[in-house]
Structure formats: structure tokens, C-alpha cells
């Protein structure tokens, strides 16, 4: 399409560029036969003009009554004749002479009795008849014709003459198409006698030009192209008669058809170019519709189908264009809907939610967050199976939706979390509309035959006081709601505080691994003693942290928070380390004692802690039975499985175990005698206050022997008094540990402490004698 | 031919003027060329005053086949003329020329008086309607008047004491540039005199074509 029109373009270019080439190229080709037509009329007219001038003047000088008027010399009439002659015959010279020359009559005014001014001309008309020449006269030019007037006895002169004037150089302008100059020349000198130019266009520029005339050689200057044609020469000068082809008047024909060209190319062009446009139209229009139709699909904008006119193919593409809008449209619709609803309950998602409350956030807005779970769901999914969870999730979902108001975004926002935002200003109206929220849900229901009675508890954060961000929100939410779950009325409201309880355990989780690395986490050692010989016999490592922001952290939140983070076999590592290397260093110094090491749940699960152990304590080869590790009841009887197994290994060690918190749990002593265990560590709570409570004396006393009878060795730890001291002893319990002996203490303090203790330890056998004697 | 015709009257006249002459013994023999083409110039007028003076007479200019006849008239002084038509058109018959202009308008047969010429001079003749028509009277007050032969030989005898203080002669041709009046020439002597005189006259025109110049100018329309 393109190149038909190029090709009609170049096409069009080309001819006209041709066309033009040749017509200026013919400009001066042209002009000089312009000219010399011109010439060749220029001197038709004057030898036409003295033909005519001599019918004029023979008709004149036949006539009878001019003859014999100039016989008579009557010159006012003959005066009258030539005058009425001369309007006649346009002849603007009229003269009357006799045979001598001398005027006889006039009208040029000149005094009669004198001789014509055309004595030349006379001579030549006496010598032949009659005679015609352009002569000038008095700064002008005429065409003058010399007849005989001849009657019997009469002998006379008529002189008759145009003049070469501006009308003439007109009239023959007029005729060859060009401009006439008469111009004389005398000596080297030109004057112009009459010009069919206007007096201003004769300027100096063109006047030069008429002086390089030469001869009949064609000149050009920048306007004209100037042909000179010679009417007379003579010894009194030349006449000539200059013929100016107007190069612009000449062009202006070449340049109307230059523009009639260009207009037939233009012409050619517009067509060519509707031509496209209307092809382009037919075609391309609908294909750019589609275009832009499919981009704008593209884009996601709302548009109409373009309505075409065509049918075909572009037809079944618009139409498959148009389907797939529509399935686009389901689709986004589909996926925008299921991206902000749940996909069990059909109610808004988190993200809906939290959408809405970014709304809340910004608005400053006023309410309750109520986040709901289902109790014990968890077991009720394990129990009855997921789809019967779901189903009783759905139950849920759909009373407490029913119950809520419909201008109250209610949502599923979790596995087993729906959260409702009210709108409610005050704490009682919430109140009594949870009740009837808790009312209606736990009504009992049949989910798949299954009659079941589902409990609910509750979590409420007054907002904007209690969160101002999604993350607070969910976070707050998530720590109220285990609160709820435990809660006496299944309820709880957010309690200022808990979570930056929260928010600490996550820093001290965060900064856990560098304290190992920082020295920000050290061993201290508690002395135990055995009861005895009051001997110092071992010790038992407590781990320490000394934040260097939070202070001081109670070991068993940050061994909790380790075993929660996964870092406790990290931190368990740092511990067998240190203690390796601190009790290298006691030996050193002559402090043969040994260790107790508590383990957390957590490493009775790690099968590698055996290993770990045997590694890091290789110095200990042979004397593995100074090492004693303290498990917790609890722990111990968690995941009795790899427990028990990690046990074994450690005992297979060589190293002893022990009970660590005895009483504080629920373990049988049938379950206790299965254990590899050696020791029991009875719970300082029993020990704390033995002076004054008989009731712990007797389980004290009765733990020890029931120990002892398994074979089992006894501690007692919590000992502050020396009441407490003496009973032990008095009991047979194996090793004490407490404040009452001393208190945990750094590793290097330990020698220091040992020495000191030696000289109380006489002291203590001395009041077992002296307890004993007061017994 | 045409000269015979032409001048058969002439001939009378001249023979009658110059008898009584005879005793005188001054011999005068002009011979008249044409300038132009060096040939004999016939039909040269000569006039010399010889101490007669001529007596006046009539005479006649007949208008015969549209022309005149004679083609040229020599008369005495106050001689008579009459201007007989003999052609069957009329003739308008017309001089401007100074010594007797003259006009009689248009006539058939014999004008109703004939004309006197008081005054010497040149009278040229033409019809107003017959431009071709052209006739010349020569008025002379000199009695001795002849006229060159064929041969452009004219001659004629003068007295003796003619010579005194010169001889004034008087010649015309009608083909003379300026024919409207004759030139003087002074012969000088002693005689006999013979002189060779050229003349710068017009070429001799073209026999007509018979059209006049009215017809011809019908016909040119």
C-alpha cells in the first residue's frame, strides 16, 4: 500500500520535475522566437500602417478641392483638409510643402514659408515618386510618408506621419506580447522617444542593458530578454525599436503550468493517499480496534467490543477476543473473590480483614476486635477427622454470622480463628452481645450424625487502645486467644503488656546465639556436699545470662525460649564446653569434684548427646561416673520413648543420672524403677521449709528411704537452715545442696569457697554430733 | 508615330513664325540629350527672343481618344485656344498653373468659350477625370520658338545683333523635374552657334494601360 503510493509520488515527481526541466530550460529558446516574431509583426504594422497611410494620402492628394485650394494658397483651408486628414487617418504629422520644400501649410505649428524640416526625405520622394522612412523630429520619432501632390501646374509635398509613441509601442506590445522601446541613438548617445513601459520601470539597470544592444543580437538581463530592431540609420542617428520579452510574463505562463502540474500532482497524491486511507481503513481500522481492544483487556480496563463492519476472520477474532473478556472478567472476579474470602466458610480472609482494618487504623475508628476459636479443636480433629472439623468450623462460622450484625465484618482468618469487628462503643453492650454470640454457637449440633456441643472462647482487643497495626492485631490477638482458651469463662480481653512479654522472649530468642559468642552467657556452680563426712564432693553448673540490656534473664525462660527457637542443642553445646573446660582448669588447681549438668527435654531427644558428651569430656575417660546428669521428671516422662533410649546411651556412658525436681510430677515409682536413673534430687519446695512443716518431713524422710530401697541416691537441694541440714543428715540423704552451703558461684570462686568450707566442715559433722546428742 | 499626330500643328506654326526670318544669318543649333540615358532628347522647346513679337492668334487643344492633342501647345501671347471635346465621354478639363489656371468643368463637344492666355508662362492641362490626360500649353511673347527633332537637334537663325550682351535662350520639356516653368540658358557667340546641352529629365512613363484613374480606383476598391 505503501509503495503504490511512494510510486505514484516518485512517479508524479519525476514528471513534473521533467516537465520543468525542460520548459525553463527552453526559456531563452522560446523568448528569442517570441522576439523575433515580434520583429517580424513589429514591421508588418509599420509597413501595414504606410500602406495605409498612403490610401490615406492618395485619396487626399487626388482630391480636386485640395489641389486647387492649394493652387490658390488658400491656406486655411488647405490647413483645414489636413487637419481633417489627419484625425481621420490617425496621422498625428501633417505637412504641406511645395515643390521647393518650402511649407506651404502645417499643423505641427511651424511658420509657413520655411522649409519642411524633411529635406532628406523630400530630396528622395522628388527623385522617386514618394518616400516613407522613420525619421526623428524634435526628440521624437515618426513614420513619415512623403507624397507628390500633382495636379496640372501643381507641384506639392504632402508629408504625413505617425508618430512612434507610447500608444504605439502599446499597440504593438499589445500585439507581439512584449514590450516596445523606440529609442535613438546619436554618437554613443541613447534617448528613449516613446516606450510601452511605464516611465518608472525604465530604469537605470535596463537602460545599461539597451546600451549593450548590438545589433540584432539577442541580450538578456535579469527581467527581459531585449531584441533590438534597427528602423533607421542614418548619419543623424539610428532608431531603433527594442522588444522586451518579459522573462516573468513569459515564465508566468511556464509557472501557471507549473502550478497546474503541481496541482495535477497534489490531485494525484490526495487520491493516492484517500486511497490508502480508505483501504488502511477497511483493513487495518478493525485490526487496530481489535489492538486496541485486546490491550485494553490487557490492561484490565472495562471496554465495550469494538463494533465492526467486517466479517471473516476479523469477525471470529473479535468474537474470540470478546469470549475471552468475559471468561477474563469471570476469572478475575473468581480469583478477587476468592482472594479476600475463605475458601471453607465462604466468609472474608485475613486479608479482607486486615484490609478492613487498615480502614479502622486510618480512621481512627472505634470498637472491638473479637477473635473466636473453637476449644479444643485440635482434639476434635484428631478424634472425629478433619472433614468433621471443617464442618464444625462451617457450623460456627455460620451462627456466629448469624448472630452478628450485618453491618459487622466477620471473618475466617485462621484455621480455627474467626474474628469479628464490631462496632460498639461500650464494654456492656459487647458484653451481652458476645453472650448471644457464645449462646447461639454452642447450642449442641449434629454435624454427620455426630451430636456434639462445640465451645467457644473468646479474645477482645478494644481497638484503636489496644492495636494500631495488622501486625500488633494479630499478634495481641493470637496471645489473648491462648489466654482465652485457659480462661475461666473462656474469654479474655488484651492485657496491656503481654506482649511486650512477647516481644521480649522474641529479642531474647533473636539475641540467644550471640550471647554464646558475646560472653554474655557464663557457667556458675552451686557446691554440693556430701552429708556425711560434710565433704565437698560435686557441684552443679547453672547456666547464666547477663543481658547487656535487659539484665539479668531467669535461666528457665531462656532455656524455655531456646528449646522453643530450636537453639537448645546450640546451647546445651556451650554449656558441656564451658564446664569441660572450667572443671580442666579446677583439676588444675587440685579441686578433684564433680559435675552436675542439668538437661533440658529437649536433649533427651537429641540421639547425638551421647556423642556430644563422650567428646567433649575425653579428658574424663575413666572417671565418667564424677559427671551427673539432672533430667526433669516432666521431661523424662514427655517422650519416654527416645528418652529412655537416650538414657541408656548416656548411662552406657558411665556417667549417672538423676531425677532432677522430684515430687513436683506425676511419675509412678513403677515407671520410676524403669528408668536407668541413679539419683533422685528431691524439690527444694519440700526442702525450703522442713524445719517447720511435718507434713514435708514425712515425704522427705519417706522419699529417702523408699530411694535408698531402690538403690537409688538421694539430694536434697534448697537446704538455708542448718534445722534442715541436721534433719537430712538425721535421714541418711546422700549429698546437700543450698544456700545454707553456699551459693552458685563463678568458676574461679570455687577454690576460694572450697578452702573456707573445709573449716566449716568440721563444724557441720560437730553439729551432727551435737543434733544427734540433742535427738 | 504618336509625335507626328502629336505636333502636326505645331509644325504649321513654327514654319509660319519663322519665314520672314529667314534673311537673318545668326545660325543657332542645340542638340538635347537625355541625362539620364545619353540619348537624342526629342521634344525640347526652345524659345528665343529674335526682336518680333509675335502676333496673337487661335488655337486649339482638342481632347481626342483621353488625351490631348497636341500633347503640347506653343502659343503667341493672348493667342485664343478652344478645347474641343472629340472623345464621347466628357472631360473635365482644369490648370492650376500660375500664367492661366483654368477649369471647365465637365463638357461634351465644344466648351462655350475658349480661352484666352494673357500671360507666358507654363500651363499644364489636366482632366479632372482622366488623371492620365496631361497637355501643355507654352505661352511665349518670343517669336522665335522650335522644338528638337528626333534627333534632339534643334535649329533655328537669330539675328546677328542677337548676341549682344548675350543670348538668353529659354528651354522647357515637359519631362523636366521642375517642368512648370522653363530654364534659362545664355548662348554665347559668335554664331553659328552650336551647343550640346543634357538635360536632366524624368524617365519617359510607361505606355498606359489604357485604365484612367478613376476606373482604376473602382476598380481598387
Redesign the interface.
Known amino acids: 500500500m505503501l509503495a503504490m503510493l511512494s510510486s505514484v509520488v516518485i512517479t508524479s515527481i519525476s514528471i513534473a520535475g521533467v516537465m520543468m526541466f525542460y520548459l525553463f530550460e527552453e526559456e531563452e529558446t522560446r523568448a528569442a522566437k517570441q522576439l523575433s516574431i515580434a520583429e517580424g509583426i513589429a514591421m508588418e504594422v509599420i509597413d501595414r500602417r504606410t500602406e495605409l497611410l498612403i490610401s490615406n494620402l492618395r485619396i487626399v492628394a487626388?482630391d480636386?478641392g485640395f489641389?486647387?485650394a492649394?493652387?490658390?494658397r488658400d491656406t486655411p483651408t488647405i490647413t483645414s483638409v489636413l487637419a481633417n486628414h489627419s484625425a481621420r487617418a490617425g496621422t498625428g504629422l501633417a505637412m504641406l510643402a511645395d515643390?521647393s520644400g518650402t511649407l506651404i501649410a502645417n499643423l505641427q505649428g511651424l511658420e509657413n514659408g520655411t522649409p519642411l524640416p524633411f529635406a532628406n526625405l523630400l530630396a528622395s520622394a522628388?527623385e522617386s515618386g514618394s518616400a516613407a522612412e522613420i525619421v526623428s523630429w524634435q526628440n521624437r520619432a515618426y513614420q513619415i510618408l512623403i507624397v507628390p501632390i500633382q495636379?496640372?501646374?501643381?507641384?506639392a509635398w504632402l508629408a504625413a506621419g505617425f508618430p512612434l509613441n507610447n500608444a504605439f509601442a502599446e499597440f504593438i506590445g499589445d500585439l507581439t506580447g512584449t514590450q516596445v522601446v523606440f529609442e535613438r541613438r546619436q554618437g554613443g548617445e541613447a534617448m528613449i522617444l516613446a516606450s510601452s513601459l511605464p516611465q518608472r520601470a525604465l530604469d537605470q539597470e535596463l537602460l545599461s542593458q539597451f546600451n549593450k544592444l548590438n545589433g540584432a543580437e539577442l541580450v538578456d538581463s535579469n527581467r527581459y530578454f531585449i531584441q533590438s530592431l534597427n528602423l533607421k540609420s542614418g548619419s543623424d542617428g539610428s532608431i531603433h525599436a527594442l522588444l522586451l520579452s518579459d522573462r516573468a510574463k513569459a515564465l508566468e505562463t511556464y509557472y501557471q503550468l507549473a502550478l497546474e502540474m503541481l496541482l495535477l500532482v497534489l490531485t494525484a497524491l490526495f487520491i493516492a493517499g484517500v486511497l490508502v486511507v480508505l483501504t488502511a481503513r477497511a483493513l487495518g481500522r478493525p485490526v487496530l480496534q481489535l489492538a486496541n481492544f485486546a490491550a485494553a483487556i490487557g490492561e484490565g480496563r472495562s471496554v465495550q467490543p469494538p463494533d465492526l463492519r467486517t466479517g471473516g476472520e476479523l469477525r471470529t477474532l473479535s468474537k474470540a477476543l470478546n469470549d475471552m473478556l468475559l471468561r477474563i472478567r469471570e476469572r478475575e472476579h473468581r480469583i478477587r473473590h476468592d482472594a479476600i474470602h475463605d475458601d471453607l466458610s465462604g466468609l472474608p480472609n485475613r486479608k479482607a480483614i486486615e484490609s478492613e482494618l487498615r480502614d479502622w487504623f486510618s480512621e481512627h475508628r472505634k470498637g472491638y476486635l473479637v477473635g473466636i476459636s473453637l476449644t479444643d479443636f485440635k482434639a476434635l480433629n484428631e478424634t472425629l477427622g478433619y472433614s468433621f472439623g471443617d464442618q464444625a468450623l462451617l457450623a460456627i462460622g455460620l451462627r456466629l454470622r448469624g448472630q452478628l450484625p450485618i453491618n459487622c465484618i466477620f471473618g475466617r482468618t485462621g484455621g480455627n480463628e474467626f474474628i469479628a469487628l464490631l462496632p460498639v462503643e461500650d464494654e456492656s453492650s459487647l458484653r451481652s452481645l458476645l453472650a448471644r454470640l457464645r449462646s447461639h454457637a454452642e447450642l449442641p449440633a449434629v454435624i454427620s450424625d455426630t451430636p456434639i456441643n462445640l465451645k467457644l472462647h473468646m479474645a477482645i482487643l478494644e481497638l484503636p487502645a489496644d492495636a494500631s497495626t495488622s501486625d500488633e492485631v494479630r499478634r495481641r490477638l493470637s496471645l489473648t486467644l491462648g489466654r482465652a482458651a485457659h480462661a475461666e469463662n473462656h474469654m479474655a480481653f488484651y492485657r496491656p503488656g503481654g506482649d511486650e512479654d512477647h516481644l521480649k522472649e522474641l529479642r531474647l530468642i533473636r539475641d540467644l546465639p550471640n550471647a554464646l559468642n558475646d560472653g554474655h552467657m557464663y557457667m556458675n556452680y552451686q557446691p554440693k556436699v556430701r552429708f556425711g563426712s560434710a565433704t565437698f564432693t560435686q557441684v552443679e553448673a547453672l547456666i547464666r545470662w547477663r543481658h547487656p540490656e535487659l539484665g539479668f534473664i531467669n535461666p528457665e525462660e531462656f532455656i524455655r525460649l531456646a528449646e522453643r527457637s530450636g537453639q537448645i542443642q546450640e546451647l546445651t553445646g556451650f554449656i558441656l564446653r564451658r564446664i569441660a573446660r572450667d572443671t580442666a582448669d579446677w583439676h588444675k588447681n587440685g579441686l578433684d569434684i564433680g559435675v552436675a549438668i542439668n538437661l533440658s527435654a529437649l536433649d533427651l531427644t537429641n540421639r547425638n548427646l551421647a556423642d556430644e558428651i563422650h567428646t567433649v569430656f575425653k579428658g574424663w575417660h575413666g572417671r565418667m561416673n564424677k559427671l551427673t546428669f539432672e533430667i526433669t521428671e516432666s521431661a523424662v516422662m514427655a517422650d519416654a520413648g527416645v528418652a529412655t533410649q537416650v538414657l541408656e546411651q548416656l548411662r552406657s556412658l558411665g556417667v549417672r543420672l538423676s531425677v532432677d525436681d522430684f515430687g513436683t510430677g506425676y511419675s509412678s515409682l513403677a515407671q520410676l524403677r524403669q528408668l536407668p536413673v541413679h539419683e533422685l534430687k528431691i524439690d527444694k519446695s519440700f526442702v525450703l521449709n522442713l524445719g517447720s512443716q511435718p507434713q514435708d518431713q514425712l515425704i522427705v524422710k519417706s522419699t529417702i528411704d523408699m530411694a535408698h530401697g531402690l538403690g537409688l541416691s538421694v539430694v536434697a537441694e534448697g537446704i538455708e537452715n542448718v534445722e534442715s541440714w541436721q534433719l537430712l543428715q538425721g535421714w541418711g540423704c546422700d549429698l546437700a545442696q543450698g544456700f545454707f552451703l553456699g551459693r552458685p558461684m563463678v568458676s574461679t570462686d570455687l577454690t576460694a569457697w572450697a578452702q573456707t568450707f573445709e573449716t566449716r566442715a568440721a563444724e557441720l559433722t560437730v553439729e551432727q554430733a551435737s543434733a544427734n546428742s540433742s535427738t | 508615330m504618336l509625335s507626328n499626330g502629336h505636333f502636326g500643328l505645331l509644325a504649321a506654326f513654327i514654319l509660319a513664325l519663322g519665314t520672314p526670318l529667314q534673311s537673318f544669318a545668326g545660325s543657332v543649333s542645340l542638340e538635347f540629350y537625355d541625362q539620364s540615358t545619353g540619348k537624342p532628347l526629342p521634344g525640347v522647346v526652345v524659345t528665343a527672343d529674335n526682336g518680333m513679337t509675335p502676333s496673337p492668334a487661335t488655337a486649339e487643344m482638342a481632347q481626342q481618344q483621353r488625351a490631348f492633342a497636341p500633347h503640347v501647345l506653343i502659343i503667341p501671347q493672348d493667342t485664343t485656344v478652344s478645347f474641343p471635346n472629340r472623345d464621347n465621354t466628357q472631360h473635365h478639363v482644369?490648370?492650376?498653373?500660375?500664367p492661366k489656371?483654368l477649369?471647365i468643368e465637365l463638357y461634351a463637344g465644344q466648351p462655350e468659350a475658349p480661352i484666352r492666355f494673357d500671360k507666358t508662362g507654363?500651363?499644364?492641362?489636366?482632366c479632372?477625370i482622366h488623371?492620365n490626360m496631361?497637355?501643355f500649353i507654352v505661352v511665349t511673347d518670343k517669336s522665335q520658338a522650335s522644338r528638337s527633332g528626333d534627333d534632339g537637334i534643334s535649329q533655328f537663325e537669330l539675328p546677328d545683333d542677337s548676341l549682344e550682351g548675350g543670348l538668353n535662350v529659354e528651354i522647357w520639356h515637359p519631362r523636366l523635374?521642375?517642368n512648370?516653368t522653363s530654364q534659362f540658358i545664355t548662348l554665347t557667340g559668335p554664331f553659328p552657334i552650336t551647343q550640346t546641352l543634357t538635360l536632366d529629365v524624368m524617365p519617359e512613363k510607361a505606355p498606359r494601360s489604357g485604365l484612367e484613374?478613376l476606373q482604376k480606383?473602382f476598380r481598387d476598391l
Not at chain 1, 495636379?151 to 507641384?155: I, Q
Not at chain 2, 482644369?94 to 500660375?98: D, Q, T
Open positions: 487626388d480636386f489641389k486647387s492649394i493652387a490658390t515643390n522628388q495636379g496640372p501646374g501643381l507641384r | 482644369y490648370s492650376f498653373s500660375k489656371p477649369n507654363i500651363v499644364e492641362l489636366g479632372n488623371d496631361q497637355g523635374r521642375n512648370t484613374g480606383r
